[in-house]
């Protein structure tokens, strides 16, 4: 029996999950690294450390599952996105810390190209919003910041990627420098009509072409692992983003098919099918996949804040001792008794991409108690989730016949049955809920030929429960119309330039 290897590369911990042939988990690995916080608003990972904890995790996931590296058919990565490596292309050494997408280093110089009228421009060529998210302007920071650094890139000496890019080049000794659609549509450097390196980009933001990976398709043969690393010659198939992966692991393969991660914040994809939709909602545009030379297209929603209010409670109110107790504390009261708790604690993202929003809690009376609290801040996942879907079916036009959910927080009955009656259409979680390192397994099993085609892969997919609607539409739209309210005294709070 043969098994395919995933290696999810997130944001707060490398993993490594070995999947069958049905698509069930065999073993995991995990390993947490270092968040480095140099100043505020700055966040940076150490490259040697991820992949040291990716190999480490690798070793461990095939030794919990009792393989060798000749037992695996492929291996498939997926990543946390936008993430900026620069490397030199000679040592392989990395000429800074990876800038991680959380940081806003670069703000100010975004806010200079949308002053200066490139964001119509931008978002034609690139489906994104001007932001600091996106890796074009954080390597532009490293190229302008560290010394001797934009002289060697003009010379050719310097190398760029995302985590995947990053992971390939250790993983084949520096042979292959790539990425595919999927990642270099998060850089704000790529034409997603093209699927090129888009010229204009790069002399607008001032980088060589020379650093840029080559971009493939998510689902081929890159190269194979370097012997000299002792887990043998096993062919690299598949790559997608983190989020990208997990539509295709929960088989979002036709239009309309949305899923939701319910993670540190909310991740929400639509597959839109063969063309970008342009957003007219402030949404993402991007690159959901390509296989077999067909590219596939997706409408992103991101907030920043979702089970990490659930984080809030614990760690900043010490309301709850673990994550998982929140649900049974916003069960001790039938209703949230009138009160609202808006988790704008990083500003609001998408639809309302307000830096200026700050958190708040309405609706307080005498009466309120820490169950009503903690029940607000549930809900306050669901009504965030429920605008951005609004914000899709309103770009889209594609009415929704379900939302496949995920992530930590997808873990909450309570969130998911209140998630079912805001949107009125069924919530579903499957079995395996590890969707982005399935959707990458899949992706490098496609690949090699250890699966046929998508269609036999759907019939991996299976509900492990599904969340009915189960309040009048009356009653939900009085309960988002004071959302609604509850939002707008959150918007705008502190001064700008704060
Ligand atoms: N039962 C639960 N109810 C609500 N939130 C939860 C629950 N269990 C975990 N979480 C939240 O889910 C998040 C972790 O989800 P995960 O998918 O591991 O996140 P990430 O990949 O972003 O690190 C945390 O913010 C945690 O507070
Ligand atoms: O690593 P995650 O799961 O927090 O995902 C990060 C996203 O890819 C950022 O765009």
Redesign the pocket.
């Known amino acids: 029996m043969r098994y395919i290897l995933s290696l999810d590369q997130?944001?707060?911990?490398s993993r490594a999950i070995v999947f069958d042939h049905e698509g069930a988990i065999l073993s995991v690995g995990q390993m947490e690294f270092q968040q480095i916080f140099p100043k505020p608003g700055w966040v940076e990972h150490d490259p040697g450390e991820i992949w040291a904890t990716q190999v480490a995790v690798a070793t461990e996931a095939l030794a919990r599952g009792g393989l060798r590296p000749r037992d695996l058919a492929a291996i498939g990565i997926t990543n946390q996105r936008e993430t900026t490596v620069v490397w030199d292309r000679e040592t392989g050494d990395p000429v800074y810390n990876a800038i991680v997408w959380q940081d806003r280093r670069t703000a100010d110089y975004c806010e200079r190209l949308k002053r200066d009228g490139h964001e119509d421009f931008i978002r034609d060529r690139t489906g994104l919003v001007i932001d600091a998210y996106f890796s074009g302007s954080k390597v532009a920071w490293i190229l302008d910041n560290v010394p001797g650094a934009r002289t060697r890139a003009e010379a050719g000496k310097l190398a760029f990627g995302t985590i995947d890019s990053w992971l390939v080049w250790k993983l084949t000794s520096g042979a292959t420098h790539i990425t595919d659609v999927s990642n270099a549509s998060r850089t704000m450097l790529f034409n997603i009509h093209r699927l090129a390196w888009d010229e204009d980009l790069l002399k607008l933001l001032n980088v060589p072409a020379s650093m840029l990976p080559d971009v493939r398709q998510s689902s081929e043969v890159y190269g194979r692992v370097s012997t000299t690393l002792g887990v043998g010659d096993v062919p690299i198939a598949g790559i997608a983003g983190d989020q990208q992966a997990a539509l295709f692991g929960q088989m979002c393969v036709s239009p309309g098919l949305t899923k939701n991660?319910?993670?540190?914040?909310c991740f929400l994809l639509q597959n839109t099918g063969e063309r970008p939709v342009a957003s007219h909602n402030r949404l993402l545009s991007t690159v959901a996949w390509q296989v077999g030379g067909k590219t596939t297209y997706a409408l992103e929603g991101g907030v920043f804040i979702?089970?990490?209010v659930?984080?809030w409670l614990?760690d900043g109110m010490g309301l709850i001792k673990t994550?998982?107790d929140?649900?049974a504390l916003a069960r001790s009261v039938p209703d949230s008794g009138g009160v609202y708790l808006v988790p704008a604690f990083a500003g609001l993202g998408a639809p309302h991409w307000d830096p200026y929003a700050r958190g708040t809690i309405v609706g307080i009376t005498r009466g309120t108690t820490a169950g009503h609290i903690a029940r607000a801040a549930?809900e306050s996942i669901a009504f965030q989730v429920a605008d951005l879907l609004d914000a899709v079916g309103d770009d889209a036009g594609i009415g929704l016949m379900e939302l496949r959910v995920d992530?930590?927080?997808a873990?909450?009955d309570a969130?998911l049955q209140f998630q079912a009656d805001l949107l009125g259409v069924a919530v579903v979680r499957p079995e395996v809920t590890e969707t982005t390192a399935l959707g990458a397994a899949y992706l490098a099993g496609l690949a090699v030929g250890f699966w046929d085609s998508t269609d036999a892969l759907a019939r991996h997919w299976r509900v492990a429960r599904r969340f009915e609607p189960s309040k009048a539409p009356a009653e939900v739209a009085a309960r988002r119309a004071e959302w609604a309210e509850a939002l707008g005294r959150s918007k705008n709070w502190i001064a700008k330039g704060n």
């Open positions: 997130g944001t707060t911990s991660t319910y993670g540190t914040g979702g089970g990490a659930v984080q614990r994550s998982a929140v649900e549930v992530g930590g927080a873990a909450n969130l």
